[in-house]
């Protein structure tokens, strides 16, 4: 089972670790849009090509989010990336409309590294 994390442990965690990689597994047209800051675009149709070059180190601690907690992409993207030997996934159901929903800060645009198909 993946891991649930909420926005308050993702703001907990980023204080503590600045090494967190946030990963939007929505199409790269809604990542462009806004996504959380600082966070990488992986897609579910191009996560096997994507992840290597987004996600270099699979020790890494990684939080996979998508728009809300009836999006589906997020938790398809960890468990690939858990199948792909990646060992510290958490999955952030409640996702952007969340995050927005608490005025929290967002990028718009390609920053963030994005990765698209």
Known sequence: MI???TREDILRQRDT???LTLVEALDPMLYAAVHLPGAVNVPPDSIDAAAAAALPDKNAAIVVY???HTCASSHR???RLIQLGYTR???YQNGK???IAAGLPVEYGRAGAAVSR
């Open 3 to 5: 891991p649930v994390v």
């Open 17 to 19: 670790n600045p090494g």
């Open 66 to 68: 998508c728009a809300s």
């Open 77 to 79: 993207v960890a468990e």
């Open 89 to 91: 996934i958490a999955h």
């Open 97 to 99: 409309q969340d995050w």
